[in-house]
C-alpha cells in the first residue's frame, strides 16, 4: 500500500488572464463610482465650503477675499474648476473602456492601447487645465474686492507636475506596448 498524501491543492483557473480578468472588472466598477460622485462632490464642494477654503483652490491665501462670495461667484467657480474635472472625467472613461476590454481577456490589442494613450492625453489635459482654471478662479472669487484688492494668481503645484509625470508613464506604456504588438503581427507574417 502507497501511502497517500492529502495535502490540499491549491486551485488555479485554468485562464491564465483569471487575474487580470477579475481586477480589471473592479476597475470599471471603481470608474463608474469616480464618474459618477466626482461631479457631485465638486457640486457640493463648492455649494457649501468656506470662502477661505475656495481661495486656496485658487492659490489665494484664505484673507484674499475681502467680501462674501456671492452665490453666482460659487456657480461659476463650480463651472470653471469642473473643466478641468470634465478632461479627468474622459480620461477616466477611456480607462474604463480599456478596462472592459482587460474583463473579456483582450489585453494586448491596438483598441487596448489607444484607449490608454487616450486616457493619458485626458488626464494631461485635466493637469494643464486646472492650472488655468484656478488662475481663472482666482479672479471670479476676489472680483467684488476693491479694486486694489483683486487677485490672479497662477500656481503650478506638485500634484500638476505628478499628473504630467504619470500621464506621460502611461503614454509611453501604451507606446511599448504597441510597438510590442506591432512586433508580434510582424513575427506572425513571416511564421
Same mark, same amino acid.
Request: a positive charge.
Given at each position: +500500500? #502507497?501511502?497517500?498524501?492529502?495535502t490540499?491543492?491549491?486551485?488555479?483557473?485554468?485562464?491564465?488572464? #483569471? #487575474? $487580470?480578468?477579475?481586477?480589471?472588472?473592479? +476597475?470599471?466598477?471603481?470608474?463608474?463610482a469616480f $464618474?459618477?460622485?466626482?461631479?457631485?462632490?465638486?457640486?457640493?464642494?463648492?455649494?457649501v465650503?468656506?470662502? *477661505? @477654503?475656495?481661495?486656496g483652490?485658487? =492659490? @489665494?491665501?484664505?484673507? !484674499?477675499i475681502?467680501?462674501?462670495?456671492?452665490?453666482?461667484q460659487? %456657480?461659476?467657480?463650480?463651472v470653471? +474648476?469642473g473643466?478641468?474635472?470634465?478632461?479627468?472625467l474622459? *480620461?477616466?472613461?477611456q480607462?474604463?473602456?480599456?478596462f472592459?476590454?482587460?474583463?473579456q481577456?483582450?489585453?494586448?490589442?491596438r483598441q487596448?492601447t489607444? %484607449?490608454?494613450?487616450?486616457?493619458?492625453?485626458?488626464?494631461?489635459a485635466?493637469?494643464l487645465?486646472a $492650472?488655468?482654471?484656478s !488662475? !481663472?478662479?482666482s479672479?471670479?472669487?476676489? %472680483? /467684488? =474686492?476693491p479694486?486694489?484688492m483683486? #487677485?490672479l494668481? @497662477?500656481? $503650478?503645484g506638485? =500634484? /500638476?507636475?505628478?499628473?504630467?509625470?504619470f500621464?506621460?508613464?502611461v503614454w509611453? +506604456?501604451?507606446a511599448?506596448i504597441?510597438?510590442?504588438?506591432?512586433?508580434a503581427?510582424e =513575427?506572425?507574417?513571416?511564421v
Amino acid at each position: +500500500m #502507497h501511502p497517500t498524501t492529502d495535502t490540499p491543492t491549491t486551485a488555479r483557473p485554468s485562464d491564465p488572464l #483569471h #487575474h $487580470i480578468r477579475r481586477t480589471s472588472r473592479l +476597475m470599471v466598477w471603481a470608474c463608474w463610482a469616480f $464618474i459618477l460622485l466626482l461631479p457631485v462632490t465638486l457640486a457640493v464642494y463648492w455649494a457649501v465650503a468656506g470662502d *477661505g @477654503l475656495l481661495a486656496g483652490h485658487a =492659490n @489665494l491665501p484664505a484673507s !484674499a477675499i475681502g467680501v462674501l462670495l456671492q452665490p453666482w461667484q460659487r %456657480l461659476a467657480g463650480a463651472v470653471v +474648476m469642473g473643466l478641468p474635472l470634465a478632461f479627468l472625467l474622459a *480620461g477616466l472613461w477611456q480607462a474604463k473602456r480599456c478596462f472592459e476590454q482587460f474583463a473579456q481577456g483582450r489585453v494586448f490589442t491596438r483598441q487596448a492601447t489607444d %484607449l490608454l494613450r487616450r486616457f493619458a492625453g485626458w488626464v494631461a489635459a485635466a493637469a494643464l487645465a486646472a $492650472i488655468v482654471a484656478s !488662475a !481663472a478662479t482666482s479672479v471670479l472669487l476676489t %472680483l /467684488h =474686492n476693491p479694486p486694489a484688492m483683486r #487677485h490672479l494668481a @497662477l500656481g $503650478i503645484g506638485s =500634484n /500638476h507636475l505628478f499628473t504630467f509625470f504619470f500621464a506621460g508613464v502611461v503614454w509611453l +506604456m501604451a507606446a511599448v506596448i504597441g510597438q510590442g504588438q506591432a512586433l508580434a503581427e510582424e =513575427n506572425e507574417r513571416f511564421v
